[in-house]
């Protein structure tokens, strides 16, 4: 079977124009690990076990869990105030300030934008030298009122960390988690893992050819939301803690937490059902599943997930946009091929047409705005990236066809579910939420 996951890998990877990519697997007392392609095509190094990915948003995972760590031994509860932890923080709603906690920041519900603009800088005082730019966020909503994914609120929930460790954030990241799981191979700073095989990510180029396009390591602000930079070997070893208990080392929590943070928390949109602590939560079929992958400005692309139930977990690790495809399809082949569990769209039945005027405008982001116009009976939605994105050399993406479910959830034509609909009393229409975000209307 697995000389099938190999065949199948080579050719979406192919097909997809995804230069390389690492798929790793754990099922139940298994690991295996397939690779294809090259690291970086200007080099030609290929995929090892040992190549370097960025992991993107997977790395917020880790942040919760060291938040995690320092609830259960009584550094913070659930409901200690943001405020008292950091008294110089500002924000633009000071009722919010006053109400904000640290469930919010675990569970995205903390209501201020969420895309907030990085600094530049690798100094120690990077993370505070941001959050004290908080004060001209706008804020979407009251703390608690829905979920929204929050960039900024993870970045808050970093310094929280500094603050009540007395260390640096990747300091109480490496003593908390990564060297109690024996993740040797996890990094967060561009001069570690530029001595070490690792993947760059790539872009369209003219014909279809593939150009890197090689932004590693951005700013330091951003690694408790996104920074980290790992092995498929050491995501392995981070899915058999938090799916098994697996550790070499004293536990970053206990059993009791680790589970914890897999339950539903607060209510989320399309395309997940729930947010935990601070874990994604789905279900395929009757199967649940815990998850949450990375994305580094559409270079590389990273899928993390566990079926607690089922005794398997997957990561895939791959270095263009395209990669989020290829690590859908080999999602779907490893639950299908492995566990017989094949994914199975709800019937589509779509709304009042004549609803589509009230979605349409300009929604913003932070860091892109969504341009949604109607076309026929369908939305078409425009992502417009900032100035400061397309500076980097960020490709657009191509507009999505939208339709409207009857129960208000946005889908694709593919009948894929990326957003929905928010009624008056969660801020609607002036407020949409597409892609986890809830995003405002100018």
């Not at 929050?150 to 808050?156: D, E, F, Q, V």
């Not at 536990?251 to 539903?264: G, K, N």
């Not at 417009?384 to 034509?413: F, K, Q, S, W, Y």
């Not at 990326?418 to 975000?437: F, S």
Request: include cysteine; charge should be negative; aromatic fraction near 6%.
């Amino acid at each position: 079977m697995l000389n099938d996951l190999q065949t199948f890998l080579d050719r979406s990877a192919r097909e997809l124009n995804v230069p390389g990519a690492v798929i790793g697997i754990v099922d139940g007392d298994q690991e295996h690990i397939l690779t294809t392609g090259v690291a970086a095509t200007d080099t030609g190094a290929a995929v090892t076990e040992r190549t370097l990915f960025q992991i993107g948003s997977t790395s917020k995972t880790f942040t919760g869990t060291v938040a995690m760590h320092l609830i259960e031994n009584g550094l913070l509860t659930l409901d200690t105030r943001v405020i008292d932890v950091l008294p110089d923080l500002r924000l633009a709603d000071e009722s919010a300030l006053q109400e904000l906690r640290i469930r919010h920041l675990l569970t995205h519900s903390g209501g201020f934008l969420g895309d907030a603009d990085e600094l530049d800088g690798w100094g120690d005082d990077a993370l505070a030298r941001n959050i004290a730019t908080y004060g001209s966020l706008p804020q979407f909503f009251a703390p608690g009122t829905i979920a929204s994914y929050s960039n900024a609120g993870m970045r808050l929930l970093g310094r929280v960390i500094e603050v009540v460790t007395g260390e640096t954030f990747e300091s109480a990241v490496r003593r908390i988690v990564l060297d109690p799981l024996g993740m040797t191979e996890t990094f967060f700073f561009p001069w570690e893992v530029m001595t070490r095989p690792h993947a760059v990510g790539h872009v369209p180029g003219r014909e279809g050819e593939m150009s890197t396009l090689p932004l590693l390591g951005l700013t330091r602000d951003m690694n408790a939301e996104g920074g980290i930079v790992s092995s498929v070997g050491d995501q392995l070893r981070y899915a058999r803690f938090h799916m098994r208990g697996e550790t070499e080392g004293s536990a970053p929590v206990s059993d009791s937490t680790r589970l914890r943070m897999q339950q539903p928390q607060v209510t989320a949109g399309p395309p997940v059902e729930a947010i935990g602590f601070p874990w994604l939560l789905t279900r395929r079929g009757d199967t649940r599943v815990v998850m949450h992958g990375g994305n580094i400005y559409d270079i590389q692309l990273s899928e993390f997930l566990f079926a607690p139930d089922q005794d398997l977990a997957i990561t895939v690790l791959t270095n263009s946009g395209s990669g989020k495809a290829l690590g859908t399809l080999l999602i779907d082949w490893c639950f299908e091929h492995l566990r017989g569990i094949t994914r199975t769209p709800p019937p589509v039945t779509l709304g009042d047409t004549d609803a589509l005027d009230a979605v349409t405008g300009i929604y913003d982001a932070g860091q892109w705005h969504y341009d949604v116009t109607r076309v026929g009976d369908a939305l078409e939605f425009g992502m417009v990236l900032a100035p400061h994105i397309v500076a980097l050399g960020i490709p657009a993406r191509p507009p999505m066809r939208i339709r409207v479910r009857e129960d208000g959830a946005l889908i694709t034509d593919d009948d894929q579910a990326v957003g929905r609909t928010l009624t008056p009393a969660e801020g609607g229409p002036d407020l949409l939420h597409v892609g986890l975000r809830a995003v405002r209307r100018r």
